[in-house]
Structure formats: structure tokens, C-alpha cells
């Protein structure tokens, strides 16, 4: 189904691809520059790039994450994440451009038509600032 040019995206298309990813947390180090994908914008994906601060648990999944920092990010600098939600920025590694290619080839072609920036309404933030994809989050905590 195409959607018709500028239509509102009513729904976050599924994300399938980021709740599957095998990535240890061992894959990121401190210093290490990375991006939260979210969207698309102008025929490219689009994200939060973020720096690697340290390791810390991430407590919407029980499991190790990482704390990040978002130079940009105002009043939420310092968020908590998991693994499997960060893509490398600063290292061409097979492991992440892998799953940058999926993402590419599952929603580039949606969003062809559309100039705007979409956020594909993946992720919320915990008061505690814990980021959350919507697949971890379901179960309610
Ligand atoms: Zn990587």
C-alpha cells in the first residue's frame, strides 16, 4: 500500500529489526560515537547521534546498556540504552552496517515520496532516562 504524498503517518511502522539484533554489549566501548536511529530524513535514515559514556544497567530490559551522551539533548543529556539500539558512527564495523542496510531497504522505500522528517515513534524516554523501543516496553513497567 502506497500512501498518498504527505499523508501524516498515522502509525509508527513496525520495527522488527532492532528488537532482533544479536550485538553484545562488549560490541561498544566508551568514547565510541553512535546513532539511535528513528526515523527518516530526506531519503536517509535518521537519528540521535549520541557518545558512549559508560557502561549502566539498563533496567527496562534487566541487561547491560551503555549511558550516552546527547550533546543535543537538553534536559535528557545522559540517557541509558541498550546495546542493540546503537549504531556505530565512528567505526565501519560489518555488525552495524548490516543492520543499517535492513533498516535502509525496510523504510526507504515507504518514505520515498516524502521530504519530511519522520519519526518513526520507536522509542520513548523513562523519567529516569532510560530510552525504551516500543518492543521493550510492552508488558507495561
Ligand atoms: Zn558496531
New binding site residues.
Given amino acids: 500500500m502506497i500512501p498518498p504524498p504527505n499523508a501524516p503517518v498515522l502509525a509508527p511502522p513496525p520495527d522488527p529489526l532492532t528488537p532482533a539484533r544479536d550485538i553484545t554489549h562488549a560490541?561498544f566501548r566508551a568514547g565510541d560515537q553512535v546513532v539511535v536511529l528513528k526515523g527518516v530524513a530526506g531519503g536517509e535514515l535518521w537519528g540521535d547521534a549520541m557518545r558512549v559514556v559508560a557502561p549502566s544497567w539498563h533496567t527496562p530490559t534487566d541487561e547491560d546498556g551503555w549511558r550516552l551522551r546527547d550533546a543535543t539533548g537538553g534536559a535528557q543529556t545522559y540517557l541509558t540504552a541498550h546495546p542493540r539500539y546503537l549504531?556505530?558512527l565512528s567505526?565501519r564495523?560489518p555488525?552495524?552496517l548490516i543492520y543499517l542496510r535492513a533498516m535502509e531497504d525496510r523504510l526507504l522505500p515507504k518514505y520515498a515520496a516524502h521530504n519530511a522528517l519522520i519519526d518513526c515513534g520507536w522509542y520513548a524516554t523513562t523519567a529516569l532516562g532510560q530510552l525504551v523501543h516500543v518492543a521493550d516496553a510492552r508488558g507495561g513497567r
Fill in positions: 560490541h549504531v556505530h567505526r564495523c555488525d552495524c
